[in-house]
């Protein structure tokens, strides 16, 4: 029996994280990315400022207005949207690699590119939609006041834009309410598991059952098995006759007086 290891390849998916500002996908996304090695992180381009804690091309690329523009009517980016007044997109060519090769790939962005995602036909298959809610709206407005990274007026407007929303939860593949942390991610990480698992996801996998198929045919009824058996006859039962179908002819003709041949005498009694 052989002992090779099992060889199933798999394309990767894509798993979007979405949530109003200060519901906590950030960080969700910190712990996902630092305890699956096979998930990279989609880092998108972005023309708002870089905040204080943010590092250029490890949490977005920071671009000016034009270049981003350039790169979405080039069609380089697989979404893009305007957010509190900045503009998000995702670059394309790093994610279609990441798919093909078998990774998987983390988006952390809003309901309006998820739409977009899931439009795209060539990749709404690889797509995983996972909203995170605040456990209420008072918590969500003291985790935007503790961050201590935007202005008042620009967490008003989140907080503001938050109800429109939350109000997308229905379009997403699963809901989590992060109200403990540690509760929470192991959530998400069971979605991850669970989802890489698909049957669809698994390349090879019917190349790997029909070989399955063949060997049990092999070891229960012999070699033969794997090709298909002639239909045996019928067999009737002894001192039985089978029934004829209707309008056939048997195959055995009825026994009767010899034929004489046309001029031929027949023989003396």
Known sequence: MSTDPIQLSRRGLMLVLSSPSGAGKSTLARLLLSEERELILSISVTTRQRRPSEVDGQHYHFIGEPAFLRMRDNGELLESAEVHGNYYGTPREPVETALAEGRDVLFDIDWQGTEQLAANESLSGDLVRVFVLPPNFSELKARLERRAEDSTDTIKKRLGNSRTEIGKWTQ??????????????????????????????????????????????????????????????????????????????????????????????????
Do not use: C, H, K
Not at 203 to 224: T, Y
Not at 256 to 269: D, M, R
């Open 172 to 269: 997403y593949d699963y809901v989590i309410v992060n109200e403990d942390l540690g509760e929470t991610f192991p959530m998400l990480r069971a979605i991850l598991r669970a989802e890489r698992m698909r049957r669809e996801r698994v390349v090879g996998l019917s190349e790997f059952v029909d070989g399955l198929l063949q060997q049990a045919g092999e070891m229960i009824e012999g070699p033969a098995s794997a090709a298909a058996e002639p239909i045996a006859e019928p067999v009737a039962e002894p001192g039985s006759t089978p029934d004829a179908e209707p309008g056939s002819t048997p195959d055995a003709e009825p026994v009767g007086e010899p034929a004489v041949e046309p001029g031929e005498e027949g023989s003396e009694p």
